[in-house]
């Protein structure tokens, strides 16, 4: 077997696009999107009905102005989300606006308004997972979402105290970053890192191992991956979310994949349980200045491609 076929026994493989073909190629259970993600799509030839058919759809409503784009925009995100499920067997991550990371109430409603647009086209919320950034106000989102079997998938996470946040939050899943980590810690060093010593895979094993030794049941899913060694270093995590590139690299090898992660070995490791109330998670986060940089960088980013995504559809409305 080659090793995507590998992996795929023993961790569940996401794919990391907005390319449905992609999605066809390498066949994996879920996929996830962003608003990069999404731009980088929505900007090809192939996706370009999609759009057209958002703004047909809106363009027949008595909606304008900030009202208009922002219904604009969650009906391509939806659209896009719509037939990816008729690829994949599982869910699709679909992501709240990166403007609205540090409004707890807005999150909400826009999460509400999403899950919504899925229900009516017929696809269960059990399919999709609601994308939020992993601040405070983000996490206490989707606490409420939770409750509501609305289930989360919080992204842009970079550090320990996120992770336990989430899952003292009843997250269903968190997307820590292992490429950004890596990212920052090059550039602060100076210095290459074997995928041993990479300091997003060691992040997440560090994450993977405390949620199974103190039962959360949060899920865990590897993203943002530079190399396919940090892929293999972090075999046996719940869930891997790829992209089509190192896909392709998985599926063209054939050497063997070894299992890095496992519940008993997660038992058997050191650490204490700890909790973190909002005081002590936003001390925790400012004393960690990686990931203090790369939430803020990473919702700053997001943010930008999604107001280029909005000119990109606006564009077709005019």
């Not at 192939?46 to 900030?66: C, D, F, I, N, W």
């Not at 919320?125 to 919080?154: D, P, Y």
């Not at 204490?272 to 400012?286: C, H």
Request: with cysteine.
């Amino acid at each position: 077997m080659n090793q995507l076929d590998q992996l795929k026994q023993v961790t569940t493989v996401v794919a990391d696009t907005g390319d449905f073909e992609s999605m066809r190629v390498y066949h994996p259970q879920d996929a996830t999107t962003n608003p990069s993600l999404i731009l980088q799509a929505a900007g090809k030839p192939e996706y370009r009905h999609l759009l057209e058919r958002a703004v047909a759809e809106l363009r027949a409503t008595a909606l304008s102005g900030p009202a208009l784009t922002a219904a604009l925009l969650d009906r391509i995100l939806v659209l896009f989300g719509l037939e990816i499920l008729k690829i994949i067997p599982g869910r699709v991550s679909t992501e709240v606006d990166a403007r609205l990371s540090f409004d707890t109430a807005g999150s909400i409603a826009k999460a509400r308004q999403l899950i919504a647009a899925y229900e009516q086209a017929g696809h269960s919320r059990e399919r999709v997972l609601i994308k939020i950034a992993a601040t405070w106000e983000g996490i206490k989102a989707a606490e409420v979402l939770e409750q509501e079997g609305i289930h989360c998938n919080l992204t842009l996470l970079f550090s320990f105290a996120q992770a336990v946040a989430c899952a003292e939050a009843g997250v269903r899943l968190i997307s820590p970053f292992v490429g950004r980590i890596l990212d920052w810690h090059k550039a602060a060093s100076g210095r290459d890192y074997q995928a041993e010593e990479d300091p997003g895979v060691l992040s997440v094993r560090a994450i993977y191992h405390h949620f199974k030794k103190f039962g959360y049941a949060t899920e865990v899913m590897g993203a943002s991956f530079r190399n396919k060694g940090e892929i293999l270093a972090l075999a046996g995590c719940d869930l891997l979310t790829i992209s089509p590139g190192l896909l392709a690299e998985l599926q063209a090898s054939t050497e063997p994949v070894i299992t890095r992660l496992t519940p008993a070995a997660a038992a058997a490791s050191a650490g204490e349980k700890i909790s973190l109330d909002e005081r002590g998670f936003r001390y925790a986060l400012n004393e960690d200045a990686m990931a203090t940089e790369k939430t803020a960088q990473g919702i700053r980013n997001f943010a930008a491609d999604t107001l280029k995504l909005e000119a990109l559809v606006l564009g077709r409305l005019a």
